[in-house]
């Protein structure tokens, strides 16, 4: 078995994931500039991966058209890893494991398309603190290479950037509304929907690909009725939710009278955690 570098795996997954390019012309640009934004220092930024390539004396006109003028899917991009991935032989033949959450990248101006403050999740929980950033939504394919008494691994199969348009000063009041109106279509329960049913409809597109569930783990901010309820088919969530949480029974529906849906009240997440692991042990 002939063993190959790094350096050309890589070379290899970018030459693939240049095919999301329409155009041939700039593929190229694509796997240079991916190595040096891999590879390059601080900001991760283009000027830093073109100082790395050692291209300061050439024109960088084509480098920046390749993100401004270029049309192709960040989705699409993806895929050569995702493919991959899934013909795993630590991926399951019955069940694929997605973990979604969201993130927030560091910017130093204003003026860059979708930053705007917010939470530092750095900060310590006694002193909130704001930062310049970017949200976006990120999915990644869970894997045990190592085997199961292995840590697993999370390979990222889609990134998506989820900002929330600003409210215009000055706006009327129709103008605001309307706003709000596309602020709800831009949640982060709508974006982590968009990947997972890409994700559900890429993995139908494999080779036995319909008969594998999608379990996905996701924090407690998915943990609402809008994620739950547009999961894809054939899609299971597992999402944390807080220990005092309510819940109530659901009626089957051949017992519910008239519109009653839910019946008692079920014990709380908190009694769970009461419960002994080991039997004998407090």
């Known amino acids: 078995m002939k063993n190959t570098s790094l350096l050309d795996t890589l070379r290899g997954l970018l030459t693939l994931a240049a095919l999301a390019l ?25 000027t830093s991966a073109l100082e790395w390539l ?7 006109s084509a480098d920046y058209r390749l993100f401004s003028q270029s049309h192709w899917e960040a989705q ?32 130093a101006s204003r003026k860059i398309p979708g930053t705007t403050y917010a939470r530092d999740p750095l900060s310590p929980p006694f002193q909130v603190n704001l930062v310049l ?6 999915t990644s394919l869970l894997l045990q290479p190592g085997g199961a008494e292995h840590p697993w691994r999370a390979l990222p199969v889609s990134f998506s950037h989820a900002p929330t348009p ?7 009041p129709e103008a605001q509304a309307a706003v709000k109106e596309v602020r709800k279509k831009h949640r982060l ?14 993995l139908d597109s494999q080779p036995g690909g319909r008969q594998r569930w999608i379990i996905d783990v996701v924090d407690g901010g998915y943990s609402n009725r809008t994620f739950l309820a547009g999961l894809p088919e054939r899609t299971q969530a ?21 519109a009653r849906k839910y019946g008692p009240d079920l014990p709380p997440p908190w009694n769970i955690y009461k419960i002994p692991l080991c039997p004998g042990r407090a």
């Open 133 to 138: 950033g970017q949200r976006f939504v990120q």
């Open 189 to 202: 329960s709508l974006v982590a929907l968009e990947q997972l049913g890409f994700c559900r409809h890429y």
């Open 238 to 258: 597992v999402a944390r939710v807080r220990k005092d949480a309510k819940f109530r029974a659901y009626w089957p529906p051949d017992q519910r009278q008239g």
């Open 22 to 46: 329409g155009d041939p012309r700039p593929r190229r640009k694509f796997v240079q500039l991916g190595l040096g934004l891999l590879c390059g220092p601080k900001p991760k930024t283009i």
């Open 54 to 60: 050692d291209q300061r004396q050439e024109d960088w």
């Open 76 to 107: 699409a991009a993806f895929a050569p890893v995702f493919t991959q991935a899934l013909g795993h032989s630590s991926c399951g033949t019955q069940r694929v494991y997605l973990g979604q959450d969201d993130t927030l990248l560091r910017k």
């Open 166 to 172: 600003k409210i215009p000063k000055r706006a009327s």
